[in-house]
């Protein structure tokens, strides 16, 4: 693969009590454990949240790509992640919930197009046979 474009960030301090950074300086952000998982919670950030922000916006961009090759407007729409971490036997695992709002589709017409976006999107690829990912379209 040739990159058309390569983010780069970079985590310091106390691993998901620290901080990360882009290159560029957009992202500046300090990280805190959730209080559920016995850390201080609070204003600050936490790798699943980022994560569940680009997976959410890769998402979406996948189902407006095929509701446009459909024909279909989806003006209106939105994804939601949900992306949670716990323990499956001794191992932290992640499992990922994306909830696709496609107002004014049939339901039908609405679960197609979320089954045809989880094929294209890299995020739903690359996670694809590694952690569990639920896909639920709403109208």
């Known amino acids: 693969m040739q990159p058309v474009y ?6 310091r ?9 882009s290159s560029d300086g957009v ?3 300090q990280l805190a454990v959730p209080k559920e998982m016995g850390g201080p919670g609070g204003e600050m950030t936490n790798p699943e949240q980022l994560f569940a922000a680009g997976y959410a916006a890769c998402f979406h961009g996948a189902v407006r790509l095929v509701a446009r ?10 994804v939601t992640a949900e992306v949670g971490i716990g323990r499956d036997g001794g191992e932290l695992e992640l499992a990922v919930k994306l909830i696709a709002h496609l107002p004014g589709l049939p339901q039908d017409k609405a679960g197609a197009l979320a089954a045809q976006a989880h094929h294209v999107c890299p995020y739903s690829r690359a996670t694809r046979g590694n ?7 709403t109208t």
């Open 6 to 11: 390569t983010a780069v960030a970079t985590a």
């Open 13 to 21: 301090g106390d691993g998901r009590n620290g901080e990360v950074t």
């Open 131 to 137: 952690i569990q990912v639920e896909i639920t379209a």
């Open 27 to 29: 992202i500046d952000e």
């Open 69 to 78: 090759k459909a024909g279909v407007d989806l003006t209106e729409s939105s």
